[in-house]
């Protein structure tokens, strides 16, 4: 299986400023298609997930623009270029080349 | 409007069965592959399994392959999960997904609100 590794685990932030989140890959996630299978999700306090990004860098409709994916192979980034009170929740990278595998996610929380 | 309503979810002793359903509405539910994920308490997400649009192709997790089994029914616009041999790891909240596209697991952008499962041993 793909192992996903994200960090940080925790992330305290400052309303208006950037944030971003590492998520690495034990292996490529570049298809021959020159897609990379990574998606991103949000997981607000007592709600379902949502999807943030796709396919690395694709935003989903409805999602702000402040928020951007970007990375490609075994390393990706999600950025909030200023993050705001409603962006508190849990963070997670997927993987979807394989057998679909989640990061240990990442607590977004406010300082 | 787009939904996913789960439900079939509820208290089960170790070695049991029970069936999920995730009824769709709004959307061309055979366009899309449907995936489930579960969440046990506290913890992250894990994908489980996913079935195209047709319902001919099937993939699941190896922590439950051999004991779920996915299934859809394009007519009813209903996504199942039947869950057998049930152990007290498969405790967790189950969620139903669609896929952006018609056969593969990634771009989930639409979820359900989650159906319970409880597995006393």
């Known amino acids: 299986d793909i192992v996903m590794t994200q960090s940080p685990l925790s992330l305290p932030v400052t309303p208006g400023e950037p944030a971003s989140i590492s998520c690495r890959s034990s292996?490529?996630?570049?298809?021959?298609?020159?897609?990379?299978?990574l998606d991103w999700y949000m997981q607000k306090p007592g709600q379902s997930p949502q999807l943030l990004i796709y396919l690395g860098s694709n935003r989903a409709s409805g999602v702000p623009e402040r928020f951007s994916g970007s990375g490609t192979g075994t390393d990706f980034t999600l950025n909030i270029s200023r993050v705001e009170a409603d962006d508190v929740g849990i963070y997670y990278c997927?993987?979807?080349?394989?057998?679909?595998?989640f990061g240990q996610g990442t607590r977004v929380e406010i300082k | 409007e787009v939904q996913l309503l789960e439900s079939g979810g509820g208290l089960v002793q170790a070695g049991g069965s029970l069936r999920l359903s995730c009824a769709a509405s709004?959307?061309?539910?055979?366009?899309?592959?449907m995936s489930w994920v579960r969440q046990a308490p506290g913890k992250g997400l894990e994908w489980v399994s996913v079935i195209s649009g047709s319902g001919d192709s099937t993939k699941y997790a190896d922590s439950v392959k051999g004991r779920f089994t996915i299934s859809r029914d394009n007519s009813k616009t209903t996504l199942y999960l039947q869950m057998n041999s049930l152990r007290a790891e498969d405790t967790a909240v189950y969620y139903c997904?669609?896929?952006?596209?018609?056969?593969?697991?990634?771009?989930?952008?639409?979820w359900g609100q989650g159906t319970t499962v409880t597995v006393s041993s």
């Open positions: 709004g959307i061309a539910f055979s366009s899309y592959a």
């Open positions: 997927m993987q979807a080349l394989q057998t679909p595998t």
């Open positions: 292996q490529s996630l570049l298809h021959s298609n020159g897609y990379n299978y």
């Open positions: 997904a669609k896929s952006m596209v018609y056969d593969k697991e990634y771009g989930m952008d639409v």
